[in-house]
């Protein structure tokens, strides 16, 4: 189901243990290890945008692991989104 005014958010983006084969689109430089579908969806909430969160759900590559999703509407390329997430995560993390 493909959804052409949203864009799905998956914690493996943002993943530094990860490599780009395994599902991470983002520099090692602004990855965090692990990071937590609460992280991520705090991130997106703080840059303004709607997270509309699945708790439910596997990422195809590995769908016996329930890691969650994260939906949130399309403002621009997929890719700027996901620099920007991963650095609003980077301050979150720092909050911590």
């Known amino acids: 189901m493909r959804k052409r005014d949203k864009i799905i958010l998956w914690p493996v983006y943002f993943d530094s243990t990860k490599t780009r084969l395994e599902g991470r689109r983002?520099?090692?430089s602004l990855a965090t290890s692990t990071p937590k579908l609460k992280e991520i969806q705090r991130a997106v909430k703080q840059i303004g945008l709607q997270p509309e969160v699945v708790?439910?759900?596997g990422h195809p590559s590995?769908?016996?692991q329930k890691t969650g999703l994260i939906v949130v509407p399309k403002r621009g390329?997929?890719?700027q989104i996901l620099r920007t997430v991963a650095k609003e995560l980077l301050k979150v993390r720092?909050?911590?």
Do not use: G, N, S
Request: hydrophobic share 35%.
């Open 62 to 64: 590995v769908p016996w």
């Open 77 to 79: 390329p997929k890719t």
């Open 94 to 96: 720092e909050q911590r």
């Open 55 to 57: 708790l439910d759900a």
């Open 26 to 28: 983002v520099p090692k």
